[in-house]
């Protein structure tokens, strides 16, 4: 399966309320993604490899928190 897009952010959950994102989907992420499309009782999905077919670009990413936790 070929995953492709302008942009995607693989969150670490220990960054809270500002999202790191790893370089590449990690294994949990690639079995979910195949998992939405094949599911199924009998089905098991296990990822073996992850290959990167264009050069990594990473951007900045903001958002806008107004909670509790805001500075300021």
């Given amino acids: ?35 939405s499309i094949l599911w199924g009782p009998d089905i098991r999905i296990v990822p073996t490899a992850v290959e990167i077919c264009a050069p990594i670009q990473y951007q900045s990413y903001v958002t806008n928190y107004g909670g509790l936790l805001r500075a300021g």
């Fill in 1 to 35: 399966m070929e995953i492709a897009g302008a942009t995607a952010i693989w969150t670490r959950p220990d960054t809270g309320d500002a999202p790191v994102s790893y370089p590449v989907p990690t294994a949990s992420a690639v079995r979910r993604i195949f998992e």
